[in-house]
T-cell receptor
């Protein structure tokens, strides 16, 4: 089944380390997104990409960077992790040509990141 | 201002009864809303949506109501089932498929 996958599913790291979270999709969607979820704050947009050559900052991009290696792959990096980046991270995709479902985003299972 | 608010962090409902989850928004320029459901250790999954041309959208046990004058939407689940226990997020589409999410409501269905 077409899917959105994220690796790793869980990661514990130390302050100052560089971390990369990876997202792959087999849906053939052009648009991809990274969100973080914190308790009581819902999901907040970090970065989004409408195609391979397009990268845009979301509302909380400081401390993060992304790379869109291909239509199917969108990676999120924390250059120097800090404890307040401990959160659940979700990747999502959408299809602007998806007809009635064009406004819908499809989410991966998430990565739980802990920064000590 | 792009705020979406879910003022009830949690809600408990008896199995078989109606569950009503509420959401308020501030920016009425983009009137397309979605509800997502999230189980532990899984990503959010799309549940139902509504656009400003409608006041109501129904899909099986799930109905979403939109009150544009009050900038308020609600999700009704009837009858509630144990499998409905999850966190529910409302989201507003601000164009370009960008979504702004509320903080979520944890629904617990009591058998």
């Amino acid at each position: 089944d077409a899917d959105v996958t994220q690796t790793p599913r869980n990661r514990i790291t130390k302050t100052g380390k560089r971390i990369m979270l990876e997202c792959s999709q087999t849906k053939g969607h052009d648009r991809m997104y990274w969100y973080r979820q914190d308790p009581g704050l819902g999901l907040r947009l970090i970065y989004y990409s409408f195609d391979v050559k397009d990268i845009n900052k979301g509302e909380i991009s400081d401390g993060y960077s992304v790379s869109r290696q291909a239509q199917a792959k969108f990676s999120l990096s924390l250059e120097s992790a800090i404890p307040n980046q401990t959160a659940l991270y979700f990747c999502a995709t959408s299809d602007p040509w998806g007809g009635p479902r064009r406004n819908e985003q499809f989410f991966g299972p998430g990565t739980r990141l802990t920064v000590l | 201002d792009q705020q979406v608010k879910q003022n009830s962090p949690s809600l408990s409902v008896q199995e078989g009864r109606i569950s009503i989850l509420n959401c308020d928004y501030t920016n009425s320029m983009f009137d397309y809303f979605l509800w997502y459901k999230k189980y532990p250790a899984e990503g959010p999954t799309f549940l139902i949506s509504i656009s400003s041309i409608k006041d109501k959208n129904e899909d099986g046990r799930f109905t979403v109501f939109l009150n544009k004058s009050a900038k308020h939407l609600s999700l009704h689940i009837v009858p509630s089932q144990p499998g409905d226990s999850a966190v529910y997020f409302c989201a507003q589409n601000f164009g370009n498929e960008k979504l702004t999410f509320g903080t979520g409501t944890r629904l617990t269905i009591i058998p």
